[in-house]
Every structure is written in C-alpha cells, then in structure tokens.
C-alpha cells in the first residue's frame, strides 16, 4: 500500500478521533510541531530511521522530546513506531490538515508578493478569495517573491491565481506577438 493512502487512512481515524475529544485544532497544532521536528531535526530523524535501535528506546525518546504535546498525538507517533511507518509523517500531517480545513470549510492559502504584506492586506485578500472559493474563511500565509516585480499570486491548493505584474507583462507579450 502506498504511503499516501497508508497516511489519509491515519488522517482519517486521527480526526475521528480528535473530534469525538474536540481536540481538532490541538490536535492538529501538535501534528505539525512533529512534522516539523521530524522533517528539520536530523539527528532526530536518523535516530528514529535507524534499524538497530529498539522500539522502546525509540518511544522513550520520542516521550521526551514531544512531552508538551497531547496524549492523542504522542500516542499516534508510537503506534507508528510499533508499526514501523514513521516515514508517513509528513504526509499524516497534510492530510489531516485537509481533512480538518475540509470540516471547517476554510483553506489555506500563499501570498506570494514582492514586499512583506500588512495583515489589513493580507486580510482583504483572504476575505476576496474566501467569497471566490465558497469557503467561510482563508487562512493566509505570506512568502516573498523577488522575481514578481509587483503585485501577487496566490496559491491556494493545486490553484493558483496569478496577479502579478510579470504576468501581466507575459501576456501582453503574447498578445502583441500574436498580432
């Protein structure tokens, strides 16, 4: 089974889960601080990977390191030591986020502009774009793009909607060299 199909069935139960505990938003706050631990800590990472070490050993350190988050979380990363599917991580933590942003009718969106955006822009747009995508609110993320030379794009799943100002050059471009 491939691991993106192993990971939404986790996603799946975990959200169950958390949501007959109404832990959803803890939940899927304490995923991403394991994805993030996962996925940027090397020595972490090499330790778990890591064939002859024990399972316990692995759990023991994994109690440590995630002490602060929730019991339903720490006990999830467990079982997948025991399971040998650490690897799924990062993709257990996006599917959750999908399933849950799907729950809740919001989605997440990238701005990606020239300069750093102020958050009365920031929330124009998500406002803009929520209205667009029939979704109850966006939760917006800012990256800085140089290349763009003005204006902005924004990412919101596979879509992205380009407002910038190369773009807008490109297909003048187009235009006049069609003609």
């Known amino acids: 089974m491939s691991n993106e199909l192993v990971a939404k069935r986790y996603a799946n139960a975990l959200f169950e889960l958390a949501t007959e505990q109404n832990l959803v938003e803890t939940v899927e706050h304490d995923l991403q601080i394991v994805k993030k631990e996962y996925v940027e800590n090397n020595e972490l990472h090499k330790f778990l990977q890591h064939p002859g070490i ?5 759990k023991s350190v994994l109690n440590e390191t995630f002490a602060s988050i929730s019991e339903t979380v720490l006990n999830l990363v467990c ?5 040998q599917r ?94």
């Not at 024990?54 to 692995?58: G, I, L």
């Not at 997440?108 to 979704?135: C, Q």
């Open 54 to 58: 024990t399972k316990e050993s692995k």
């Open 79 to 83: 079982l997948l030591v025991d399971r």
């Open 86 to 179: 650490l690897s799924i991580i990062p993709n257990l933590v996006t599917e959750y986020v999908n399933i849950a942003n799907q729950n809740r009718n919001i989605a997440d969106a990238t701005v990606y502009s020239v300069t750093a955006m102020t958050s009365e822009e920031l929330e124009k747009i998500g406002a803009l774009f929520a209205s667009k995508l029939g979704k109850n609110s966006i939760r917006i993320k800012n990256e800085i793009d140089s290349s763009l030379i003005g204006g902005y794009k924004v990412r919101v799943g596979n879509r992205i909607f380009d407002g910038s100002l190369k773009n807008k050059l490109v297909r003048i471009e187009r235009e006049l060299i069609a003609k």
